[in-house]
Structures are given as C-alpha cells and as structure tokens.
C-alpha cells in the first residue's frame, strides 16, 4: 500500500507538473514572445507574429519601391499606369505608418517613460511620419522637396524595432561605439602624421607642368595647348619636376610630335610651313621640344582631388592610397615631382595603416 501510495502520488505530482496551464509553463511562453508586454492572442485568431499585427511586410515593400531605379520603363501609357501605382503604393504605405503610430500613441500614451516617445526607436518612428506629412502638406506649392523625399531613406529602419533580435544586435553596436575612441584616435594620429608629412614635402609640386617658352611664341602656335597635355587631355598628367628637385620627368622628357603617326623632326625655323598643307603632306614640326619650361599650373591630377597643397586634400590622398584604390598613380606622380625615393612614404603608409586595420579588427 505505501508502495502503491507513493506511486499514485508521484504520478499525481508528474501530471500536475505536465500540467499546460501551470503557472511554470505560462511563464515560458510568455518569455518566448517577441513582444511580451503585449497580448499573445487578438481576435481569437491573430498572434504576434501574424501579418495583420506585423508591418515588416509592409516595410520591405517599401523597401523594394524605394531601390527601383526606373521602374516604369519608357512607354507613355505603360508609365502613366505604373506612376499611378507606385503613388498609391507610396500613399498606402504612408496611411500604414501613420495609423500604426496613431494607435500605439493611443495604447501606450505619447509621453513619459513607458510612452510612445519615451522610446528611442518609436521616436524615429514619429519623425519619419511627421516629415511624410511635411511633405504632403508642401506638394504643390513650388517647394523643393528633395531634401525632404531623402528622409524615406530612414523607413527601412523601421524593421530593427519590428524584429527584437536585430534590435538587441544594433543596441549593442551603438553601445560599443564609445568603446572604439582610442581607436579613432590612433587612426587620426596616423593620417595627421602623415598628411604634414605629405604637406611639407609636397605642397604645390603636383601643378608642376611643361610650358612653352616665351622665345617661341612669335610663331603661330595657337593650335597648341597652353602646356604639354598627353593625348590633348589632363586625364594622365604629364608633371615634370623643376631644376631644384630630383624628380623621375623633365621637360627634356616630353615626347616628340606625331602627325599622321609620324614623328616630326622639325625645328622652330620651319614653323611658316607648319600653316601651309600642301596637296603631298602637312608639315611636322615638333613643337613639343619647346615645352622646356618647368612651372607650377592652375590644376592638380584628377580635376584637382588629388595634391598635398593643404592637410585636408592630403588627408583625402592618405584615404585613397590606404584603401588601395589608385594609390601607384598618386605615388607615381609624386615621385615625377619630386624624387624617386618617395615611395617609401608610400609603402611605409600602406604598412602602418594595414596594421592598424588588424588592430582595429
């Protein structure tokens, strides 16, 4: 009898720890919610996770129709028919945001701590919707409205608020960002180093340019270029290094003329001839010999983006040349400028800023 009551009393006390509606097991579910503050179940029917009590759907929808370039092609009433959609598409995704902002300032209130406002990314939430009705509110009344379309791009955002993993991931990332001050530090360190560096040595030396002397200019020389461009453009810069420096190109180096795919041989004493083309051939006079003056321009390689005239077009050279992107052409020109062993400069950079890069990793 003890056996058999003790027996019955344990699988009493195992059926009431199976039981589903025990306090242990509520417990658990509701833990497992993504929204545990809110009811599990609306309308007997519609959990959390349900598409009607979700607006990822929705957001990734707008998502697709903001990254579209194009979408509605080139045919008049192909483009009239898809304008109309993607403007009722847009409106209805507005309506969407708007409604779901409205209804949760209605359950949780607007202010205080556990209000709508009183959270970081329900805040976001109210700005990207009161800038959507700053924009429907100005369409039609000559107003600009660029700067203000550009804050769609903030409605992806939306989704880290709908999905609490990806929540919990970007709150982490936000919070290790005061963590990587020393490391922004050591980063600034090295590209202030090297920007005076870069400034020091070679400031100016990146305008440098072959001219023509002023002893030849009697001649009609109009056809030609101010200063000796490759191929007539400044796409591949000649820069020659002046009598002062220790550059790799002079203007001595200035390749010679070709007319027809021939070299020209001719001198400055046959330039009336060079006016004249006869029914046989033109004439072919290098002119380019004459480009033997060493002197700074106006314009720096690239449409001026790339010099060390100041720390901040230094800075934005160091940038390039770390990321890999280019850096031989920069380290080429200067060294044309100035000298050949300038690019240890380079190489000790790319050096130091890779293992920076591993620290930083």
């Given at each position: 009898w003890g056996r058999e009551e003790g027996g019955g009393s344990g699988a009493a006390s195992g059926s009431q720890m199976e039981q589903p509606g025990s306090e242990s097991s509520g417990r658990t579910e509701k833990e497992e919610l993504p929204y545990p503050s809110l009811a599990p179940v609306v309308l007997l029917a519609l959990t959390q996770t349900s598409p009607p009590r979700s607006c990822i759907l929705a957001i990734l929808l707008n998502c697709v129709t903001l990254g579209m370039f194009q979408p509605c092609g080139h045919t008049p009433y192909f483009l009239q028919l898809c304008n109309l959609f993607l403007k009722a598409l847009d409106d209805g995704i507005f309506v969407f945001f708007a409604g779901e902002m409205l209804v949760k300032m209605v359950a949780l209130g607007v202010i205080g701590q556990k209000g709508y406002l009183g959270d970081t990314w329900n805040r976001l939430d109210f700005f990207i919707v009161i800038v959507g009705m700053l924009e429907y509110s100005l369409d039609g009344h000559n107003v600009s409205l660029s700067a203000i379309r550009t804050v769609r791009v903030l409605r992806p955002l939306r989704a880290i608020n709908r999905v609490p993993s990806m929540r919990i991931l970007v709150t982490l990332l936000l919070d290790t960002l005061p963590m990587l001050g020393n490391v922004l530090a050591l980063c600034f360190f090295v590209f202030f180093i090297f920007g005076i560096v870069g400034v020091q040595l070679w400031a100016g030396l990146l305008r440098?340019?072959?001219?023509?002397?002023?002893?030849?200019?009697?001649?009609?020389?109009?056809?030609?270029?101010?200063?000796?461009?490759?191929?007539?453009?400044d796409d591949h810069p000649f820069i020659c290094s002046t009598e002062r420096d220790n550059g790799m190109?002079?203007?001595?180096?200035?390749?010679?003329?070709?007319?027809?795919?021939?070299?020209?041989?001719?001198?400055?004493?046959?330039?009336?001839?060079?006016?004249?083309?006869?029914?046989?051939?033109?004439?072919?006079?290098?002119?380019?010999?004459?480009?033997?003056?060493?002197?700074?321009?106006?314009?720096?390689?690239?449409?001026?983006?790339?010099?060390?005239?100041?720390?901040?077009?230094?800075?934005?050279?160091?940038?390039?040349?770390?990321?890999?992107e280019g850096w031989v052409d920069i380290m080429y020109y200067v060294m044309d400028a100035h000298s050949f062993y300038n690019f240890i400069y380079f190489i000790f950079l790319i050096i130091v800023s890779t293992h920076t890069n591993t620290i930083n990793g």
């Open positions: 440098n340019r072959c001219f023509m002397g002023e002893d030849v200019r009697i001649y009609n020389i109009t056809f030609l270029n101010g200063y000796y461009r490759p191929d007539g453009t190109l002079r203007c001595s180096d200035v390749p010679r003329r070709r007319v027809g795919g021939a070299y020209c041989f001719l001198g400055a004493e046959d330039a009336q001839s060079e006016t004249r083309v006869t029914v046989d051939k033109p004439s072919c006079v290098n002119w380019y010999q004459y480009y033997n003056e060493c002197r700074a321009g106006e314009i720096n390689p690239h449409k001026g983006a790339i010099n060390f005239d100041n720390i901040g077009y230094a800075w934005i050279a160091i940038f390039q040349v770390i990321t890999l």
